[in-house]
């Protein structure tokens, strides 16, 4: 651990030499800020709050290497299916951390879809206006992304304009001879009565430990709609940390769905902060995981403004050994009165090997408002599995069909048909069977 | 077709069922009629296989063949079918894909293809005729929000596709107004033949006046107490259980 913060301190010493004139720009002023944020609080430990339950230690304890090569290029037949098949989208395709233009389809046309690292030559403005505004300033796995953001993807969608297909951005590692860190950093803004719908995935093709250290600032503008959907089934020697941090103005609508059944490890930390009026926000998540694998949940709905919805629905099974974490916390301010937060985290454990902490964690100082909340863990249900075998359904697939029943809400946002699809096929492999059918 | 030697059964040891002897032949609909708590309900449980039940002496052919060791989509395979007083509500699989699986999971154990699509659906379709079921019904979610005569209708709707030789309807007149039982009966009814059999479970006679049985058992304290014609179902709407328990204990 203490290795790790080394090595990223005489990390950022080079990172600053090779920034040349840039080293003084105002954005490298928040680099330096957020990099002291860290260097003070170091990397969280169980004695924090917010890490009770995840210990970082064993994905902390490797040898990364934090600068990419970034000169292995691969072929685009050889990494099809981690895309949206027999689909047309815009693709922001990142190779060891570099843009791969090869892979990409980007547009300048009525909207931006490009890199982070253009934005920052062609753009100074913008990242003034955005960079670093939504992100919590205090956490320091997100100030470590931050003191080293230079490349990512940059969604811009102009206002009153709708992206005509949807963006999918893919963050490739390449077979590595050691293990290496990535730390991407996207930039989303949707414009006044903008709309887009986004896909990310990262996707690890070494057979090395690969840590993930991912940052994403959403601005829904006023009236806009986002659709982000985040793919987590990377292979079981990734470790995915995810900080998304999204600023929602008035009438906004932003749905985010995340689908976690790889990777040996992820964190994901999602803030959603409300700043206008009228406000809906659905967050909704499945996740499938079995022997060695954890996956925790850490979300926020800070509720300050009156008359907003949020809309909260975490669906988890877990096999094996598997270890999952869901803390939900609802923050309602003392004005935000209206305010109507619904939160749901359903789990089923198939061991007794499994485990998952739940904490549901409501605070709320107005009085005129609809909360709820709710969280389940339970076993298969015995008497369907026996109605379902007394159909002819065998075990297996009996079994299978409940727990892709149980999981099946968690999909209801997702509008993007071809992923909808390729969704219900990772659940059906995670579930080991072959349903004829889908959801 | 089914036969029944000394079973005995229970649950977490208590035992329920002491010691019953049934046989149904090919083309026979029996009634197996009996108070709340008799065991009506835990001897179609433990014919359809339900691993819950410890059966702790006697057997269960069907067919000529011992199916004690069979589980229940295997003895679903061989041909028996039981319509739950209490179906369960499977959010997220549509009435289509749920019949998909388990007739072709039937036929995959029987060793056929899979049912070709078009078929399957023009078999839905007349089913759901047979019993003035609305074709909104198949992209519905299995018995999710389902009315109690609904969920009973869609069981038939089940069976009628899964053509079982054995079909063991548990309730099936519960919570059926007086149109949806004479709907689900006419459905049972014609999909009466001289190769299957019906045991009806029921607590009231009414649902026998339109499925007509040939044979009526009473069941008391886990065993069959009486045997007899459709008379006897008449007999027990008119006086009650009482006096048979009162027979059986003397």
């Known amino acids: 651990m203490e290795q790790l913060k080394d090595k990223l301190e005489s990390s950022f010493i080079l990172f600053e030499n090779d920034l040349n004139g840039q080293a003084k720009t105002p954005i490298h002023k928040i680099r330096q800020k957020a990099f002291k944020t860290f260097e003070e609080k170091g990397f969280p430990t169980k004695r924090n709050e917010e890490w009770k339950y995840t210990n970082l230690n064993p994905i902390l304890k490797h040898d990364y290497r934090i600068f990419q090569k970034g000169d292995n290029a691969i072929d685009f037949k050889d990494v099809k299916r981690y895309f949206l098949s027999d689909m047309d989208t815009y693709k922001l395709v990142f190779v060891d951390g570099v843009f791969s233009s090869w892979l990409s389809e980007t547009t300048h046309d009525r909207f931006d879809v490009c890199t982070f690292n253009s934005m920052m030559a062609k753009n100074p403005q913008l990242l003034e206006e955005y960079f670093n505004k939504a992100l919590p300033a205090e956490e320091s796995l997100a100030a470590i992304n931050t003191a080293f953001a230079r490349e990512g993807a940059f969604i811009r969608i102009k206002k009153g304009q709708t992206a005509d297909k949807p963006v999918e951005m893919v963050f490739f590692t390449t077979r590595q001879d050691k293990e290496v860190m990535m730390q991407p950093r996207n930039l989303v803004v949707v414009e006044e009565n903008a709309e887009v719908q986004i896909v990310e995935r990262h996707q690890s093709l070494s057979e090395l430990p690969v840590l993930t250290n991912v940052a994403t600032e959403i601005f829904a503008h006023k009236a806009s709609r986002l659709f982000y959907y985040k793919v987590q089934n990377d292979n079981l020697q990734a470790s995915l940390i995810d900080s998304t941090s999204v600023i929602q103005q008035e009438k906004s609508n932003v749905t985010i769905g995340t689908f976690s059944f790889g990777n040996k490890f992820i964190r994901n930390n999602l803030n959603i902060f409300l700043q206008g009026e009228h406000t809906e926000t659905n967050m909704d998540g499945i996740t499938i995981i079995g022997d060695g694998q954890l996956c925790d949940h850490h979300t926020l709905v800070d509720h300050k403004i009156p008359n907003c919805l949020s809309n909260e629905l975490y669906k988890g099974i877990y096999d094996g050994s598997a270890h999952g974490v869901f803390n939900g916390k609802v923050m309602v301010h003392p004005h935000a009165q209206k305010t109507n937060a619904f939160q749901e985290n359903n789990n089923i454990l198939l061991t007794d090997k499994a485990s998952i902490d739940t904490k549901p964690q409501l605070e709320i100082y107005a009085d005129d408002v609809q909360c709820s909340h709710g969280c389940t863990i339970g076993q298969l249900d015995e008497d369907a599995l026996f109605y379902l075998q007394s159909r002819g359904i065998p075990e297996k697939e009996g079994k299978a069909l409940l727990l892709y029943a149980f999981a099946n809400d968690g999909l209801r946002n997702v509008k993007i048909q071809e992923l909808r699809k390729k969704l219900n096929r990772q659940i059906a492999h995670k579930l080991g069977v072959n349903l004829d059918f889908e959801l | ?250």
């Open chain 2, 1 to 250: 077709m089914l036969k029944i030697n000394n079973l005995h059964a229970g649950i977490d040891g208590t035992e329920i069922l002491n010691g019953i002897d049934l046989e149904v032949k090919a083309g026979e609909v029996h009634a197996i009629m009996g108070p709340n708590g008799s065991g009506k309900s835990t001897l179609s449980s433990v014919i359809a296989g339900r691993e819950e039940y410890e059966v702790s002496q006697g057997r269960i052919d069907f067919e000529g063949e011992d199916i004690m060791d069979l589980s229940p989509d295997e003895r679903a395979h061989k041909g028996i079918f039981m319509s739950f007083q209490y179906p369960i509500e499977i959010p997220g699989v549509t009435v289509t894909n749920f019949l998909k699986t388990a007739i072709n999971e039937t036929r995959k154990a029987q060793g056929m293809e899979p049912m070709p699509a078009n078929e399957m659906l023009k078999k839905m379709r007349e089913k759901m005729a047979l019993l003035e079921m609305d074709k909104g019904f198949l992209s519905r979610s299995l018995n999710e929000g389902f009315s109690g005569g609904e969920k009973k209708r869609n069981e038939i709707f089940q069976m009628a596709m899964l053509e079982p030789k054995l079909a063991i309807l548990d309730e099936t007149d519960s919570g059926l107004d007086i149109d949806a039982l004479r709907i689900v009966a006419n459905g049972v009814n014609k999909l009466r033949s001289k190769n299957n059999a019906v045991i009806v479970i029921t607590h009231y006679q009414r649902l026998l006046d339109h499925i007509v049985p040939d044979v009526v058992h009473v069941l008391h304290k886990g065993k069959i107490v009486r045997s007899g014609d459709k008379n006897l179902a008449l007999e027990l709407e008119e006086k009650g259980y009482d006096w048979l328990k009162e027979a059986s204990t003397h």
